[in-house]
């Protein structure tokens, strides 16, 4: 999202966030309602994890749930979120592949009257009326923490220290704020240098396809590498030991997520630090959209509450991780 518009949205909306807290009592004696939902696709663990979460959320809070998973294609949500106001459903949620792009089947559901939920990834459009709230993770903060553990893991060595960098799908929301979040921490600090930088797609192969093709090109000279998440890190661990390289040791290895997965690899010694953002947000979803169904003012913006997980902390933690 371009920086004048955030920041006005930032502060129009600064007010207003807060953690949804809205009861679910209250709501149980309503009429059920039908909620569509266009999900990105199933890219990773965190994915699958997201989409678990909002399926059995839904059952619980008793909401009738139309799913359609995108395959990471953007034609495919507008489709599906087409289908749904034909539907007639009571609200639509998406989680947007890409940040721009969407006003015009925005403009259609507002039309239409029915309100949009974005969750997980924001967008970029002028009308913020275009949708209802934003429920998910502050993925700029998300980048600046890892850079801040970075510049900490550092301190006491002078440069250089070369980045790789493996971006998340081009033009989405996380991939475009991580890599702001870092740049943001470390662009007056001349030790540290992105030395390459590639989208991964948010997957394992794609990871791993991408460590590959630095490895060959960069070699030894990488000191750091900075994946957008899980998945792509742990493809990029199996490129850089089918190379005899160490990862976690001769490589630092910054992931986010937190998942399972990006754990068990810390605990491993093979990951250096994973930042926390969390796909658990069916529960939250379910209770925005039945009080917007009902006619409440919900905040523009509701921010997942989230940490970092260093290796040490790993095997401790691993066991009550939840995705
Ligand atoms: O939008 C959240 C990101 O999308 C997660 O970091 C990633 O794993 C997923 O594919």
Not at 10 to 26: F, I, K, M, P
Not at 235 to 254: F, L, N, R, S, Y
Not at 305 to 311: L, Y
Request: hydrophobic share 40%; glycine share 8%; proline share 4%.
């Amino acid at each position: 999202m371009a920086a004048s518009r955030r920041g006005t949205l930032a502060l129009l909306c600064a007010a207003a966030v807060a953690t949804l807290t809205l009861s679910t009592q209250g709501y149980a004696q309503d009429k059920q309602i039908t909620l569509g939902f266009a999900q990105v696709g199933a890219e990773s663990a965190w994915r699958t994890a997201n989409t678990e979460s909002v399926k059995s959320a839904a059952a619980d809070a008793h909401v009738k749930l139309k799913f359609s998973d995108a395959q990471q294609k953007q034609e495919n949500q507008i489709k599906a979120i087409r289908s749904y106001i034909a539907q007639k459903v009571d609200v639509i949620a998406f989680s947007p592949v890409v940040e721009s792009g969407w006003e015009p089947v925005l403009r259609e559901a507002k039309a239409a009257k029915i309100p949009v939920i974005l969750t997980d990834r924001s967008i970029d459009v002028k009308d913020p009326s275009l949708y209802v709230t934003m429920i998910g993770s502050d993925f700029l903060e998300e980048g600046r923490r890892g850079g801040k553990w970075l510049e900490d893991h550092y301190k006491d060595q002078s440069g250089p220290i070369n980045i790789a960098e493996l971006q998340g799908t081009v033009g989405s929301a996380p991939a475009n704020d991580r890599h702001s979040g870092l740049m943001e921490v470390i662009k007056d600090d001349p030790k540290f240098k992105i030395i390459a930088s590639q989208s991964g797609d948010f997957t394992l192969a794609g990871g791993k396809q991408v460590m590959e093709a630095f490895i060959k090109t960069y070699g030894n000279k990488i000191n750091v590498v900075y994946a957008h998440n899980d998945d792509m890190a742990l493809g990029a661990i199996q490129a850089m030991e089918e190379a005899g390289m160490h990862p976690g040791k001769d490589i630092t290895v910054v992931s986010f997520d937190a998942t399972k997965g990006g754990f068990q690899a810390m605990a491993a010694g093979k990951m250096n630090v994973d930042v926390e953002c969390s796909p658990l947000l069916g529960p939250q979803l379910m209770e925005a959209a039945k009080a917007v169904a009902a006619g409440k003012t919900l905040p523009k913006r509701i921010v997942t509450t989230e940490t970092v997980f260093p290796a040490d902390v790993a095997a401790a933690t691993l066991p009550s991780r939840k995705y």
